[in-house]
C-alpha cells in the first residue's frame, strides 16, 4: 500500500532562474546509482506504489540486471511479497534435490528464479524515462551526482547500489561460481533443480555443481567453490561444466550465455564501522551488507528494503541513511549463528572436506533447513545444527567459534 502522508520533497530548484545564470540541475526526490537487483526493486517499488516521486535509475552499461540469475525459496518470502514479485519470476518448481557422496534427497519446497533478461524488461518498462542506462557516474554524494561529462543531478537522497565495497571491516570467505546456460543435443532428465551436487572432486574448497533445468534440452549449470579468496580462475571452471556433463551423459549444443561472480561470505566483523565508513552516503544490496551471511543469496533482503523505503514517508538522505542502517544492523544481530557455522566451516577443518558440514546439515529435518535458508531460525533448530557428532575437529570449532574480530580471523592459525 502507499504510505500515508508521502509525497514529493519541495523542489527549490524550480524558481525561474537569473536572466544569464546557467540552469539549475534537475531535481529528484530520489537518484538511484547502478541497475543491479536492490536498486531495481527499490525502483520498481516505488513507481508502482509512489508514482508521484521523480525517482531516476542510473545503470553504465545498455541494461539494467547485468547477466545473472537470482534465486530464492517460497519459504524465503511471505505470499504478499511471492505476489508482487511474480511478473519478474522466469521458473518455479515445486521441489528441489541435493547430492552428496553417497547420499541424495529431494526436497518438497519451491524454489524460483529470476533471469537478469526478464529483469531488464519488466523493470525498464515500468520506469520508462525514468531509467537511464548507459550512464556513467563519476562521483556521487548522498544528493548528488556528477555524470561522465560533467553533468550534475541533484536529488533528496542518492543511494548506492554499485556491489560490494571494499574494507577491512568484514572477515570473508567467498563463494565463486562461473555458470553456463547451455542447449543440449537431447533432453537432460532433470525433473527438479538441484541446488547442491557436492558428489564432485572438492579442489581445495567446499565444491558443488547447481543446474537450474528451464526447458526440456536447457539448463544452467554452475560450478560452485566456497572458497578463502574471491580470485577464480574462468578456465577451469568451464572445463569442469565440460567434465560434469560429459558425467551426466550430456552432449552440449550451444552455450547460450555465461555468468560469474564472487559472493561475499561473513564470517565476523565490524557492523558499526561499516556503516561509519559509507559516512552519511545511502547504499542497497551487497554495498549495504544485506545478504545471506552463509548462502550468499541477497534477494529476500532486496525485497524486505524495497518494501521499507516505499513505505518512508521522508526520503530525504539522512532518513534513508538511518532506515537502511537500521535493517542492516537488525540482520546483521539475526545472522550471529550463520557467521558461527561460516567461522566452523572455512577455519575449523580442511578445506576439501568443509562437503561434510553441508552434508550433515541437509540430513536434518526440512522445516529447519527451510527456516535456515529465510535466515529465522529457532533456538531449537540452532541446538539441533550444533549436537551430535560434529563434522570438524570439536578443538578447532571450538577456537574458530571464539574469533569474533577480523583481525582474529586474519590471524588464525
Known amino acids: 500500500m502507499r504510505s500515508q502522508g508521502a509525497g514529493c520533497i519541495v523542489d527549490k530548484l524550480h524558481a525561474v532562474p537569473t536572466p544569464g545564470a546557467p540552469a539549475p540541475a534537475p531535481r529528484y526526490d530520489l537518484i538511484l546509482v547502478g541497475g543491479g537487483l536492490a536498486n531495481g526493486l527499490i525502483a520498481w517499488r516505488l513507481r508502482s506504489e509512489r508514482p508521484e516521486l521523480k525517482i531516476l535509475l542510473l545503470e553504465a552499461d545498455d541494461a539494467i540486471g547485468g547477466n545473472h540469475t537470482w534465486s530464492f525459496h517460497d519459504g524465503d518470502l511471505d505470499l504478499n511479497q511471492r505476489v508482487w514479485l511474480a511478473p519478474l519470476v522466469g521458473c518455479r518448481w515445486p521441489k528441489y534435490e541435493v547430492v552428496f557422496p553417497g547420499y541424495a534427497r529431494t526436497l518438497e519446497s519451491g524454489y524460483a528464479s529470476i533471469l537478469s533478461d526478464d529483469f531488464a524488461r519488466v523493470i525498464g518498462d515500468a520506469l520508462g524515462p525514468a531509467l537511464r542506462t548507459d550512464a556513467r557516474v563519476e562521483a556521487i554524494t548522498p544528493t548528488t551526482v556528477r555524470l561522465a561529462g560533467g ?3 541533484v536529488a533528496g537522497a542518492v543511494i548506492d547500489g554499485r556491489g560490494a565495497q571494499r574494507g577491512t571491516r568484514l572477515a570473508l570467505g567467498y563463494q565463486t561460481f562461473l555458470g553456463q546456460e547451455v542447449r543440449l543435443t537431447v533432453p537432460h532428465g532433470l525433473t527438479a533443480p538441484v541446488i547442491m551436487d557436492a558428489s564432485v ?3 581445495g574448497g567446499y565444491r558443488f555443481v547447481y543446474l537450474l533445468p528451464f526447458g526440456p534440452d536447457r539448463v544452467l549449470i554452475e560450478d560452485t567453490h566456497y572458497v578463502d579468496t574471491g580470485v577464480w580462475e574462468p578456465e577451469r571452471l568451464r572445463a569442469n561444466i565440460a567434465a560434469y556433463a560429459r558425467t551426466r551423459g550430456w552432449t552440449v549444443a550451444e552455450v547460450l550465455r555465461e555468468e560469474h561472480g564472487s559472493l561475499p561470505i561473513v564470517l565476523a566483523g565490524d557492523i558499526d564501522g561499516f556503516w561509519s565508513d559509507l559516512d552519511g552516503q545511502p547504499a542497497s544490496g551487497l554495498r549495504a551488507g ?3 551471511a552463509t548462502t550468499g543469496y541477497s534477494l529476500p533482503h532486496a ?14 538522505a539522512p532518513s534513508l541513511f538511518a532506515a537502511i542502517r537500521a535493517e542492516a544492523r537488525s540482520a546483521w544481530k539475526d545472522q550471529a549463528f550463520f557467521r558461527l557455522l561460516n567461522r566452523m566451516l572455512f577455519l575449523a577443518g580442511s578445506p576439501d572436506n568443509r562437503w561434510r558440514v553441508m552434508a550433515r546439515f541437509y540430513r536434518l529435518p526440512a522445516p529447519l533447513i527451510e527456516r535456515f535458508y529465510a535466515a529465522r531460525l529457532h533456538l531449537f533448530d540452532k541446538l539441533r545444527i550444533l549436537s551430535g557428532k560434529p563434522p570438524v575437529p570439536v578443538r578447532a570449532a571450538f577456537d574458530a567459534a571464539r574469533r569474533l574480530h577480523p583481525r582474529q580471523i586474519r590471524n588464525f592459525e
Request: no cysteine; glycine share 4%; net charge negative.
Open 303 to 316: 525485497v524486505r528494503l524495497a518494501e521499507r523505503i516505499a513505505g518512508l514517508a521522508d526520503l530525504s
Open 201 to 203: 572432486a572438492q579442489q
Open 151 to 153: 553533468e550534475q543531478l
Open 290 to 292: 544485506l545478504f545471506h
